[in-house]
């Protein structure tokens, strides 16, 4: 797992400025005008910092940018990090100016003086969310782990403020570790075992092993891990921090742990990207621990379906028909299709038991949505406009790409079955609407319910707004206000 800076949090010293080691980080206007901390390092740099904020450098950075001054004369630190940022920042850009820091930071402890601005937690939010660095394979240490001081004209207001973002961003960073981490080590039984270590910060997990699923009738989900040595599972997590009684919102992730296409192998080429298939696992896992850790006062239960699909005379094969918990029968056209039979035992399940006020399902589902938006937006699909509205608006709000896109009965005419109740796909035209039309069939009548396909967002190539190249943790920001916005009381037993 990767290794989390610490934050602290101190009162302006002006004294100490001469003798913090590592970085040393202040923010200076769009117009170079320095706080009182600037002004001291001024001084003791014989006026290089003010020379500085004064050239031709400075004035043509971006709003959000960092200009480095490096070994400072009259400082024991090892660099001066301005940020150019206005009093008026909004949240976005102070992010950006949180995470240009974190990307001059590497391993050096950092002293970040923030006088008073007014977007400090949002500065914070970005730094976090962008220090850090999936290392746990390399036999080098190059973990980005320098602790980070604040400092503040009141520490302990500012300490607060971040609580929320600090828990926000290490369940982003939890997210990000599982899906990056490889199928060797992050086993089905893995997997699990690090959901059940979540109980330290609250959650109540269970798991339910092989034999309790088929006793339940998730013979579509188990039909995917036939193939596979590693035992399929289901892990559920509550967090009841709401009003005792209330429905909780259902989160739900696909959790295929490898995905070889079993019988309908994929390409060699690429397939190592397919550790990254139980993304939609990682975001609830991760939302699931940033809500526990930020006492969030809301119920919420996760669910994952945690298996892997691989080929073997004991696999699936294409023109096999597998029976849902829900008790539909399903032609399994293409063994490639997994994620779909796995969701939908697991959404079923979860109604069943539950009775969710709202259900959203996440998945690495489709190749087809990464045709479709690239790997700028989430595909959104929904049955409930409202709802549908309220995530957008907190994705909006949280900087994670997310667009809607369709449902109807034209898809659900696709997946009609010769031998069966329904196929698991419906061709090449609208894959990922055709798949959403699939889990459609498993939402009960009146449950408002979200189906986001990240396929094209859990994980990319080159580094994201918030994260390096690998893993994004996409998704746990925007489901966190999503639920603080709408489900979260003013009183409620913790």
Known sequence: MSKQAEYRFSELDLDAFATFTGRVAIVAGLDGGLGKDGRRISRLTKGALKRLVES????????????????????????????????????????????????????????????????????????????????????????????????????????????????????????????????????????ANRLEALSSVGLKVKVLEEDELAKLGMHSLLSVGFGSASPSKVVVMEWLGGEKGAAPVALVGKGVVFDTGGISLKPAAGMEDMTMDMGGAGTVAGTMQSLAERKAKA????????????????????????????????????????????????????????????????????????????????????????????????AAAEGEGAWRLPLGKGYDEQLKSRIADVKNVGGRPAGSCTAAAFLHRFVQEGTPWIHLDIAGTASLKAESPYAPVGATGWGVMALNRMIADNYETVEAEA
């Open 56 to 191: 031709e450098r400075f004035e043509k950075a971006a709003e959000g940018d960092v200009i480095s001054m490096g070994y400072p004369a009259g400082m024991e630190a090892e660099a001066v990090d301005v940020v150019k940022l206005t009093r008026t920042a909004k949240p976005d850009m102070a992010r950006k100016a949180g995470v240009a820091l974190a990307k001059v930071k590497g391993k050096a402890a950092l002293t970040l003086s923030l006088g008073n601005m007014p977007r400090s937690s949002d500065i914070i939010l970005g730094l976090a969310l962008r220090m850090y660095e999936f290392t746990p394979h390399k036999t080098a240490d190059t973990t980005n782990e320098g602790a980070v001081l604040v400092i503040c004209p009141k520490p302990a207001e500012l300490e607060a403020a971040c609580a929320t973002p600090l828990a926000i961003a290490r369940g982003v960073h939890f997210s990000r570790d599982l899906v990056n981490e490889p199928a060797n080590v992050l086993t089905t039984t893995e997997f």
């Open 299 to 394: 119920n919420v239960i996760g669910i994952v379906g945690l298996v892997e699909n691989m080929p073997s005379e004991r696999a699936t094969r294409p023109g096999d028909v597998v029976k849902s918990m829900k008790g539909d029968t399903i032609e399994v056209i293409n063994t490639d299709a997994e994620g779909r039979l796995v969701l939908c035992d697991i959404m079923w399940y979860i109604q069943e038991t539950y009775k969710p006020a709202a259900m959203v399902d996440l998945a690495t589902l489709t190749g087809a949505v990464v045709i479709a938006l690239g790997h700028e937006n989430t595909g959104v699909f929904a049955n409930d406009d409202g709802f549908c509205n309220s995530f957008l608006k907190a």
